[in-house]
């Protein structure tokens, strides 16, 4: 790297302004489109289920590509080397687990929501108001993370105030759900996708021109640099226990993430479902090749000192190095693809919780004699404008803070809590009503808890000597608490009911008989 090499990084980029205007005003045309087709509950929640395979694959890896997936993993290989890999993999194998096992039953027998499949053959309302907890829980954990991510990420690129940059995160986002709902959000991503993946790409051919596209090259320089360390396990996590909590957290909990399963509810059947996880699966694992290419590189180009001294958890590698080697347009660029990566994913995570308000809990809970069309979608929009002011409060509310647990703990609640109660709801004739229930709020309750007094939370932010709980992710713990509830609740509590209407949901659930 250039000795002389100084960052521009802090300081406003006019390609990033120029090229997010482009954004913005491109997406606000799209959702003014999908605002004149987003007139009933499925054209809301499900885009009219019009969305094809290839459609829904890229707007599925624009859902799972997130500014953290980007710029989180890139940092951490470039700090920790082989060991970000966890990342990468642990997130790319929960997808077959989403294609073989949730994929087609979430669209032969839900609606809109994941509970809508756990409620099939159960009690409606307390099935109803369990997952409700454990989708917002998961919903507002990522949803912070991912607003002071924005703020600060904005605020460093752009050099404007964080208060600014989160409000201006959180309108366009209220504007995109609240008029154009799915339609809109889905080809906000599909866009976000392209620009991600082509961005990505670029700067990885940057990477590789530098090592004469040798991979040999990049490691052995990288082992020159920072020793053999680099190239082996243990640099990240070194207790065992802990990489395999770790690791099903990040595979279980993608099929628990609801603004992941309510997209299977998009396409018009079941074998367009599982055509669009081939698709994202393929993708996301393009994705997650390019970024550890891209940690490598910063880590050798860059230099660990300047990536760590720009951002201690290594956040600004990315960027750094798109820098580095394409100069400050290639950055403008990058930077504005990492805005337009949040600003899609924070829509389609309060798209998800309005959709856990008025159709979980307002339609099938709270009114009892039943709802319109028309009223459910003035519901959801209601509930959009209301998370999306929640989401700008919490935002501003959690400036400064260490927040980055919090994306952990979505995904060990998205495990714990949604993803046993789905399971065993397709796969087990005698789930009840209690067994479902028990499942979901243990599986809460010991995400939640066990984070808190893990060295995670307890020594990370509340400066503890030393954690109650030895594990930095609770998911081994929790998760397996979950499938125990829910059996001991299932056993200890049948439901004759719900086990003779197990035959029906099975045709439901392999034939599509019923289905919308």
Not at 124 to 148: D, E, H, N, W
Not at 462 to 482: C, D, R, V
């Amino acid at each position: 790297m250039d000795p002389n090499f100084v960052s521009t990084i802090g300081q406003p980029n006019a390609t990033s302004i120029i090229f997010f205007f482009v954004f913005i005003t491109a997406t606000l045309f799209i959702t003014y489109w999908a605002a004149k087709k987003s007139r009933s509950p499925s054209q809301f929640y499900a885009a009219g289920r019009s969305v094809t395979g290839l459609q829904n694959g890229l707007a599925l890896s624009g859902d799972y590509m997130s500014a953290a997936s980007f710029l989180g993993i890139a940092g951490l290989v470039s700090l920790k080397g082989y060991d970000g890999l966890i990342y990468s993999i642990g997130f790319l194998v929960g997808w077959p687990i989403i294609m073989f096992l949730i994929a087609e039953p979430l669209r032969n027998l839900g609606k809109f929501t994941f509970a809508d499949v756990v409620a099939y053959r159960l009690k409606q309302k307390p099935i109803r108001i369990a997952a409700s907890l454990g989708s917002l829980m998961t919903v507002a954990f990522y949803l912070i993370a991912q607003m002071v991510g924005s703020g600060s990420l904005v605020m460093m690129i752009f050099g404007i105030p964080y208060e600014y940059a989160i409000v201006a995160v959180g309108l366009v986002m209220i504007t995109y759900v609240l008029f154009g709902g799915m339609l809109a959000t889905t080809w906000v991503q599909i866009i976000k996708a392209v620009l991600l993946l082509s961005g990505a790409t670029v700067m990885v051919v940057f990477v590789l021109v530098h090592f004469g596209f040798s991979y040999g090259e990049l490691f052995k320089q990288a082992a020159v640099k920072y020793g053999d360390a680099v190239l082996q396990p243990g640099g990240l996590v070194s207790n065992p226990w802990d990489a395999v909590s770790l690791g099903m957290a990040l595979m279980f909990g993608t099929a628990g993430l609801p603004h992941i399963l309510m997209r299977f509810y998009t396409v018009p059947d079941a074998k367009t479902a599982r055509t669009s996880v081939f698709y994202a699966t393929g993708f996301i694992g393009y994705f997650y090749i390019l970024t550890f290419t891209i940690g490598f590189g910063a880590m050798v180009i860059v230099g660990q000192d300047v990536i760590s001294g720009m951002d201690k958890g290594g956040n600004m590698a990315a960027l750094l190095l798109a820098e580095a080697t394409g100069g400050t347009m290639f950055l403008g660029f990058i930077a504005a693809v990492a805005f337009a990566t949040i600003l899609a994913v924070v829509a389609g995570l309060t798209l998800a919780g309005a959709s856990t308000l008025s159709h979980d809990l307002y339609v099938n809970v709270f009114c009892t004699d039943g709802a319109t069309e028309e009223q459910e979608v003035k519901v959801a929009k209601r509930a959009t404008l209301a998370l999306g002011v929640l989401a700008i409060v919490l935002g501003l509310a959690f400036k400064g803070q260490n927040v980055a647990f919090m994306v952990g703990l979505a995904f060990a609640i998205a495990a714990s809590a949604n993803f046993p109660a789905l399971l065993l709801s397709i796969l087990w004739r005698n789930f009840s009503t209690v067994g479902a229930t028990a499942s979901i709020y243990t599986g809460t309750i010991l995400a939640v808890g066990l984070i808190v007094i893990s060295p995670t939370i307890w020594m990370d932010v509340l400066h503890n000597p030393t954690a109650i709980f030895p594990l930095k992710n609770p998911a081994i713990i929790s998760m397996t608490g979950a499938f125990i509830a829910g059996y001991l609740g299932s056993v200890l509590r049948p439901d004759p009911d719900a086990s003779k209407k197990y035959e029906d949901q099975k045709i439901r659930n392999y034939l599509g008989v019923g289905a919308e």
